[in-house]
């Protein structure tokens, strides 16, 4: 997602997994929920509430919450179980045809009956609809969805997908009523209908109101009476000022790096920061039709100039880790083929040597472009940092330039920018969520790249192999390829933060390595 598209923010969220899957939850829900309401902060802003557009971090934390989907991850796994669904599972050798059996007695928020008719009217809307923001490019393998009666759903897939578990398990995966929502256009009043825990009683620019679903069943145990999610749109101040005058009791995504810190040092009475795992990722893009960026040399040179480890230190204060691949640590299938092509500590010599042998001569002009708050609140001066390094070699002579997101995503997809910043916050938990959206047919980064070795052989291999241990050789030669041509630059991995005050439980269940941030284990005194 990129930072879903966005993924957005200070190292903060994770994800990934999949495979076959039969049987039932281990958890059973109810729908009444307990406990006071909770206030949370946040500075994403809600880009949607129709799931058929929304492809961002605040709009998939609403939708993980209002709405069902056949799969979800428990608390503390990377496999989807059984939710809406009571079993699912492949029923070829193949990974082409995925059944799911509902269960009995579901209901959306206004008390309609949850049916197969509305499991396949979600699909074949969101494909249909295919919204730019959306979640349809996450299912191009997806071709007819069937419902033989009632109860049963028939997914069948056009390429094998060991990975479709997983991402029918995500935000993308969500149901809606087939009477509430039109086929063809997108929900625009602010309001929705589903069948998770929650229901969105009102959504304004500034703040969501969810108070708990009566009709709900699933596996969620709701601890709470709702939730009220306040939005402070990128201004990390106010959302740190509303947590210590204690008028939010969490704060997620959008501390400053100096606020994590001095809450860990314990400057800050009254409140605790809590830590969790993520996968989130920050990569530089080349546009390979660049005439700068698109020199090998170039890239090459950037590679062996820039100093992870301080920009990790001087900018994040060490709440964010270098990264050295395109698959970050902790993702099965992961290695370090950035550190063992160009090193971890800066070379002149080399970055000399790499331009020279693209014929290169003088210092390097070149624009760094990034966008203030999408990607975090940091990322400007990351790349105002990166451009010191650069310069500092006497190389180069880069500057930054910002630009409002709106117009930072046109402009990349007409190719105006040579090097640009993308985040990733995963849509679930595995490597094929950090390679087929990048290197992929119709890829996320709009930087013209494509290998087929790693869109012919690589992508479809690994997907379509059920036992995702055995992925490891494939992923390992697809990180290789991309460290020798360079189309990205990994920069760092992020670390999950949140922030609650006392008398605040339960925030250790939402930041894993699911992406899912699950309110109903929130609870206050």
């Known amino acids: 997602m990129n930072l879903r598209n966005q993924w957005p923010v200070l190292p903060i969220v994770a994800g990934l997994a999949s495979g076959l899957l039969t049987g039932c939850g281990t958890e059973t829900g109810g729908s009444g929920g307990s406990g006071s309401s909770v206030v949370m902060g946040t500075s994403d802003d809600v880009l949607a509430t129709d799931p058929a557009s929304g492809y961002d971090p605040g709009s998939w934390l609403l939708f993980n919450n209002v709405f069902q989907s056949l799969l979800s991850f428990p608390k503390g796994s990377t496999e989807p179980q059984p939710e809406a669904a009571k079993s699912c599972g492949f029923t070829d050798a193949e990974t082409k045809v995925y059944e799911c059996t509902l269960k009995d007695g579901l209901k959306f928020s206004n008390g309609d009956a949850l049916t197969s008719k509305d499991v396949k009217f979600s699909f074949d809307r969101m494909l249909k609809i295919n919204d730019d923001a959306g979640p349809a490019i996450m299912f191009p393998m997806l071709s007819k969805v069937e419902t033989p009666d009632e109860k049963t759903v028939v997914f069948r897939l056009n390429t094998p997908d060991a990975t479709f578990p997983s991402k029918i398990a995500s935000g993308a995966g969500s149901l809606v009523d087939h009477t509430q929502y039109d086929a063809d256009g997108l929900r625009e009043d602010g309001e929705a209908v589903g069948s998770g825990p929650y229901k969105l009683d009102s959504f304004s620019k500034d703040e969501a109101v969810l108070s708990v679903n009566e009709n709900y069943q699933g596996t969620a145990d709701v601890k709470n009476d709702g939730v009220t999610l306040r939005l402070f749109h990128g201004d990390q101040t106010a959302l740190k000022k509303a947590l210590l005058d204690n008028k939010i ?200 790249y494509g290998n087929s070795t790693i869109t012919g052989t690589l992508i479809p291999q690994t997907a379509a192999q059920s036992d995702r241990a055995a992925t490891d050789s494939d992923y390992g030669k697809l990180q290789d390829i991309v460290a020798d041509e360079l189309p990205v630059l990994p920069i760092w991995q992020g670390k999950q933060y949140a922030v609650k005050r006392e008398g605040v439980y339960g925030l250790e269940y939402c930041l894993d390595a699911s992406t899912v941030f699950r309110f109903w284990e929130l609870s206050k005194d």
């Not at 020199?295 to 040179?301: D, E, F, N, S, T």
């Not at 330039?401 to 930072?408: L, M």
């Not at 849509?427 to 119709?442: C, E, L």
């Open 249 to 448: 009791d969490i704060a997620y995504r959008g501390l400053g790096a100096s606020d994590i810190a001095d809450i860990e040092q314990g400057d800050d009475a009254g409140v605790e920061l809590v830590e969790g795992t993520s996968a989130e990722v920050q990569h530089l893009v080349f546009n390979m039709n660049d005439p700068v960026a698109g020199q090998l040399g170039v890239r090459k040179a950037m590679a062996y100039l820039i100093d992870r480890d301080a920009l990790i230190n001087d900018v994040y204060q060490g709440t964010a880790t270098p990264l050295y691949s395109i698959i970050p640590a902790g993702i099965a299938g992961h290695n370090t083929a950035f550190f063992d092509t160009y090193g971890d500590h800066p070379s002149k010599a080399e970055a000399t040597a790499a331009l020279k042998a693209d014929g290169i001569s003088g210092k390097v002009k070149l624009t760094l472009w990034s966008t203030p708050s999408r990607y975090g609140p940091a990322t400007d001066s990351l790349l105002k940092a990166i451009a010191a390094q650069l310069n500092a070699s006497g190389l180069f002579k880069a500057d930054v330039r910002s630009v409002a997101f709106g117009q930072y995503e046109k402009d990349i997809k007409a190719g105006k920018y040579g090097v640009y910043v993308k985040g990733w916050v995963p849509d679930y938990p595995d490597a094929d969520n950090f390679t087929a959206p990048f290197f992929g047919k119709g890829n996320v980064l709009d930087n013209n």
